[in-house]
């Protein structure tokens, strides 16, 4: 898929990690049409399915330090799109992150779980036990994140679907009750990580993105 250029705001280096899943995808394509420089990681760089003058893939797995602080300079902005398969890559990925060292991390973490228990009440009991043994790696990721200075964005049931036009982000302070009905699209939620990445709001906190 060729992506087109809309002029950019600010021209941002950014580094989006697990770039081949559905929420790297929204990611590294939206931020390619905001007019930034775009580094796609992912095991397999063939599975970008993007093509463009800014945009560089890159095999790499986040379990290795080395691999990703190759990548990972002072100047740029990572977005990371992990998912939870495996216990234990959420974490390796936060600490080799971090030990890079870049100006920003701006990360994916789930609605309910740590920081934003308290906030989603009851309802995310489900989730958590859908999470099973690999709840104390996502919060412990989200910990590493936040001891940074960085933003973990704590999306409820994601979805397929284009970008919500009444998205919007919030703190927990407006944190609404976790709903299993209530879903977001990925797009949305590429959305809100990179209006982060531009316009920093939350640094060192939990975002939520809302389709409404």
Same mark, same amino acid.
């Given at each position: $898929?060729?992506?087109?250029?809309?002029?950019?705001?600010?021209? $941002?280096?950014?580094?989006?990690?697990?770039?081949?899943?559905?929420?790297?995808?929204?990611? %590294?394509?939206?931020?390619?049409?905001?007019?930034? %420089?775009?580094? /796609?990681?992912?095991?397999?760089?063939?599975?970008?399915?993007?093509?463009?003058?800014?945009?560089?893939?890159?095999?790499?797995?986040?379990?290795?330090?080395?691999?990703?602080?190759?990548?990972?300079?002072?100047?740029?902005?990572?977005?990371?799109?992990?998912?939870?398969?495996?216990?234990?890559?959420?974490?390796?990925?936060?600490?080799?992150?971090?030990?890079?060292?870049?100006?920003?991390?701006?990360?994916?973490?789930?609605?309910? %779980?740590?920081?934003?228990?308290?906030?989603?009440?009851?309802?995310?009991?489900?989730?958590?036990?859908?999470?099973?043994?690999?709840?104390?790696?996502?919060?412990?990721?989200? *910990?590493?994140?936040?001891?940074?200075?960085?933003?973990? !964005?704590?999306?409820?049931?994601?979805?397929?679907?284009?970008?919500?036009?009444?998205?919007?982000?919030?703190?927990?302070?407006?944190?609404?009750? !976790?709903?299993?009905?209530?879903?977001?699209?990925?797009?949305?939620?590429?959305? /809100? $990580?990179?209006?982060?990445?531009? *316009?920093?709001? !939350?640094?060192?906190?939990?975002?939520?993105?809302?389709?409404?």
């Amino acid at each position: $898929m060729l992506i087109g250029v809309l002029p950019s705001v600010s021209g $941002m280096n950014l580094i989006v990690l697990a770039a081949s899943g559905r929420t790297g995808l929204a990611l %590294t394509r939206q931020a390619l049409e905001r007019g930034h %420089t775009v580094t /796609a990681v992912a095991r397999d760089p063939q599975r970008v399915g993007l093509e463009h003058a800014s945009l560089r893939k890159v095999a790499g797995d986040v379990s290795d330090p080395a691999g990703i602080a190759a990548v990972v300079d002072a100047g740029s902005v990572v977005l990371s799109g992990l998912g939870t398969e495996v216990p234990g890559v959420l974490l390796d990925g936060a600490k080799a992150v971090v030990a890079a060292g870049p100006a920003r991390i701006i990360w994916l973490g789930a609605y309910g %779980t740590g920081p934003s228990a308290e906030a989603a009440g009851e309802g995310a009991a489900v989730l958590v036990r859908y999470l099973g043994d690999r709840l104390p790696d996502k919060v412990a990721a989200d *910990t590493t994140v936040l001891a940074a200075g960085g933003t973990v !964005f704590h999306a409820g049931v994601l979805a397929d679907g284009p970008e919500s036009p009444d998205r919007r982000t919030v703190g927990l302070d407006a944190a609404p009750p !976790f709903d299993l009905r209530a879903s977001v699209s990925r797009e949305t939620v590429a959305a /809100a $990580m990179l209006d982060e990445a531009e *316009t920093p709001r !939350f640094p060192g906190a939990v975002a939520l993105p809302l389709a409404a």
